[in-house]
């Protein structure tokens, strides 16, 4: 028996040069469909007017009740998975796109792009942002791992399923890093490179894991933000200024956590779903996008 690629490739050649090129159509669509609304959320806040910077009001940010993250039906920005009919669909079904793992490879990219999203925000950043930081490869790849962890632990509430599916977002994530340390300039020593990378995300995962635990002290995911975001060293000490900023994004992940934690199983899986707003207080906390 000829293995399944192989018949779906006789099929494809039998179906004529006509409905081949309405068929790489279709694949160009399914290829991109799950980067366009999600990068309407990424340009959402990049087409805001920051000329003139608001007051920063750190100590009233993110004191909101948790709420589900899940996209609401209808919305826009909202990623769905394409249904076809007839040949088209019996093709595709032998191509196994409709197989667990490509469903889940598919949720895994509008899951990263989320993250990019947020992590790519200019409400994070200097002259721009509630946290002042400034945009380096250092504070993104702190970000990236920062909302990485967000999600991986959300994972464990669905098991097996949600460990097979943090192994594809992990494996989209990797490859978005050396494509970052690349554009950085490193070149050489790029395995060396990506090894320490791994090193201090994992380090960085088991840090912000213990600093959730309930005999864990309050001050403990603050450190570790710290530690990890904020410092240039991770030795020193925040002073005042920088302590409240700290302070803001340890409550931010705190409620990100119950925020995921309350987000249905089929929008964690499918990406649909929205961070929450990391701009000034003045919008409201719990709105999205």
Known sequence: MLPRWSRAAICLYKLGSQNNMELRRDFYFVANRSYENVAVAANDSAEKDFSTKPEVQLNKMFWTKPCSLALPQG??????????????????????????ESKSIRGANVVYRRIVSQVDKPAIYNGFGVFNMEKTFKTTFSLLVLHMWLYLRRLKEDGKEGVEFGQYLYEIYNHDVELRVSKAGVNLLLTRWMKDLEKIFYGNIVAYDAAMLPEAKYDELPNV?????????????????????????ARYAWRECSCL??????????????FSSLENPKYDDHVRG
């Open 225 to 249: 933000i710290w530690r990890n975001i904020f410092s240039d060293d991770g030795l020193s000490k925040p002073n005042d200024a920088a302590m409240g900023a700290v302070q803001a994004m």
């Open 261 to 274: 934690s309350l987000t249905d199983k089929e929008s964690i899986l499918s990406g649909n779903f929205m």
């Open 75 to 100: 919305s826009p920005l909202r990623v769905e998975e394409p249904k076809y009919e007839g040949i088209r669909h019996i093709i595709f079904k032998l191509l196994l796109f409709y197989s667990k």
